[in-house]
């Protein structure tokens, strides 16, 4: 016969829950300050020692807990931050299930002590809720977790080495010290000072914390804005696409200053970096998005990583125009609003200065004509001597300032105010080329060609619906897909530059992106790659020997394009070098 049915002791069901929330010691150190956060804090120290393993300490300068509440405080589901069930419907604390102090005390050794605010002295008590007795602390709470896991040997054996464990907790830290610059930050381990983080008053002191903990040249290569529009604010920092990285180590992104990892954010952010990187390079960010608690569902996963939002499709969408708007930034703007990028209205993109018929650039007649001939050196007497009259010029309008030569066909270099411009011909006229070549084709929209043989694709009911309830979009898409059957399409046209394309491919693409997303991209991004290639075998080539006022013709288009700071590829299309850095190159005033 089966065993009897039967309540489970306490002890076990906060492991059980410990399991869910308490995976290594920087789950601990997350929940303890975010504890801490809620407390009113503005001040929090964290000491571990092993990598958090034999201990770890949070203390704060909060409003504490009242003596008689110490020990309710360590019992399951016991919390302030909630009273009813319309509670859930606009958390705005980071902690509110009550989980956290008795799952960590069921694994490890927790003493918890306090003083509120109005208390003559403080207090303290054991993690199972016994030995409360006065304790010397001035004020706030202190938590002390020894030996974790020390019951448990199961999940012992799964943590790292200490090295390894530290720096994940280190990285928790830091990610709640980003969000939170308004605060202040100590971190010790092994009675080492790790890093001392002052509370940042203003955006210079904001700036200065991110570099203490993200590095120089991450705030050095950032675009700083703040957006806001229907009900949603989005801020922070993205980083130009050239400092890319290998794998996704610098992206951090916070929901009413949560810290949370979220799949709708991650596609909107990869769609507006889409044409800017590499392929298999991924973006660095640190980016803020607010909105009513009652607009996003926090009480998603015990460890409060994920959250659900109410109007996923708005969210998504304002996420990429709003980065998409940024990373659009041209240098002319860049130049007249210095690092930080406000973006309340769309950049306008520049006119070409002759009509463009589609898929035609449009260019000042003189522009880069030794892009199809070579031309003989020029006189002295003409444009050298302009070029000479062009570079002593400081004129704020043009911050690439004007072009003075040309090294070994490949280089165009320019003087302006702050020093030395060095282009990458070949790779800025391909850039502008492109957003040429796709403003042009967003004009004449996306033409539609018949396929010889239709092709007939298996699908899913659903998806057959899908596509059904999409029709119109299809077609905006330049794609006729009909419904054969139950589930069954066919495929009888696709956009005109994709006509070789694997069209079973493209339309599975498409409802796989339909389905979870509500939006598809795929279309646009393949025509996209298809413009990028003919900007590339249509731009001026290395090798190419260009006059002066070619070369400041190549200048005054980089300026007036978005996204000219990169190519197509995301390779960088020109850098300054300023006159300090050059004197210190020659030790000048040394």
């Not at 001392?196 to 700036?207: F, H, I, K, P």
């Not at 998603?300 to 996420?319: I, M, Q, S, Y």
């Not at 991004?525 to 290639?533: C, I, K």
Request: with cysteine.
């Amino acid at each position: 016969m089966p065993d009897r049915i039967h309540a489970l002791p306490t002890q076990l069901i906060n492991q059980i829950a410990a399991g869910e929330v308490i995976e290594r010691p920087a789950s601990v150190v997350k929940e303890l300050v975010e504890n801490s956060l809620d407390s009113g804090a503005a001040r929090i120290r964290i000491e571990a020692e092993q990598g958090g393993v034999k201990l770890i300490r949070v203390s704060d300068d909060g409003a504490g807990i009242a003596r008689d509440d110490l020990a309710l405080a360590l019992a399951r589901h016991a919390t302030s931050k909630l009273a009813a069930l319309d509670d859930l419907e606009c958390i705005a604390s980071m902690g509110f299930r009550g989980e956290a102090l008795p799952a960590i005390a069921s694994v490890a050794r927790l003493r918890l002590a306090s003083r509120a605010a109005a208390a003559d002295k403080a207090w303290e008590i054991d993690g199972d809720g016994t030995g409360l007795r006065p304790a010397a602390l001035s004020g706030g709470t202190c938590v002390t977790v020894h030996d974790l896991f020390y019951n448990t040997p199961a999940r012992r054996k799964f943590l790292r080495t200490d090295k390894t464990e530290f720096g994940h907790l280190e990285q928790v830290v830091k990610r709640l010290a980003l969000a939170r610059p308004d605060l202040g930050f100590d971190l010790l381990h092994n009675g080492r000072e790790v890093f001392s983080a002052r509370a940042a008053e203003d955006l210079v002191g904001q700036q200065r914390r991110l570099a203490d903990l993200l590095g120089s040249a991450f705030v050095e290569a950032t675009l700083h804005f703040d957006y806001a529009a229907a009900g949603l604010r989005l801020s922070g920092w993205v980083a130009r696409p050239t400092f890319s990285r290998s794998q996704a180590d610098m992206q951090h992104f916070y929901v009413n200053r949560r810290m949370v990892r979220d799949k709708l954010v991650t596609h909107a952010v990869r769609q507006a970096f889409q044409d800017v990187l590499f392929h298999g390079r991924q973006p660095a960010f640190v980016l803020f998005l607010e909105l009513a608690p009652s607009l996003v569902d926090v009480n998603v996963h015990p460890t409060k990583h994920e959250v659900r939002f109410r109007e996923g499709r708005l969210v998504h969408d304002f996420v990429f125009r709003t980065l998409h708007q940024v990373l659009a930034e041209t240098p002319e703007a860049a130049h007249q609003q210095g690092a930080a990028v406000a973006v309340d209205q769309p950049v306008a993109a520049s006119a070409p200065s002759q009509t463009a018929m589609p898929l035609r650039v449009a260019e000042r007649s003189a522009a880069y004509r030794a892009a199809t001939q070579w031309q003989a050196p020029a006189s002295p007497s003409s444009a050298a001597r302009q070029g000479e009259q062009d570079a002593a010029v400081s004129d704020d309008g043009s911050p690439l300032g004007f072009a003075i030569g040309q090294v070994h066909g490949v280089y165009v270099l320019a003087q302006n105010r702050l020093g030395l411009v060095l282009v990458d011909m070949h790779a800025a006229h391909e850039r502008i080329t492109y957003e040429t070549f796709k403003r042009a084709y967003a004009g004449a929209g996306i033409v539609s060609q018949p396929l010889l043989v239709p092709v007939t694709v298996a699908v899913s009911r659903r998806e057959a619906e899908l596509c059904e309830q999409q029709a119109r979009l299809f077609s905006d898409l330049g794609m006729q897909v009909d419904r054969l059957g139950d589930q069954s399409l066919v495929v009888r046209a696709l956009p005109a530059l994709l006509r070789d394309a694997d069209a079973e491919r493209l339309l599975r693409d498409v409802l796989a992106d339909l389905a979870v997303h509500g939006s598809s991209q795929r279309i646009q991004e393949q025509l996209n790659g298809l413009l990028s290639t003919m900007a590339c075998h249509g731009s001026v080539r290395a090798n190419r020997r260009l006059g002066i006022e070619e070369m400041n013709a190549l200048l005054r288009d980089i300026e007036r394009t978005e996204r000219s700071a990169q190519c197509n590829h995301g390779r960088p299309t020109w850098i300054q070098i300023d006159m300090q850095a050059l004197d210190r190159l020659f030790l000048r005033g040394r």
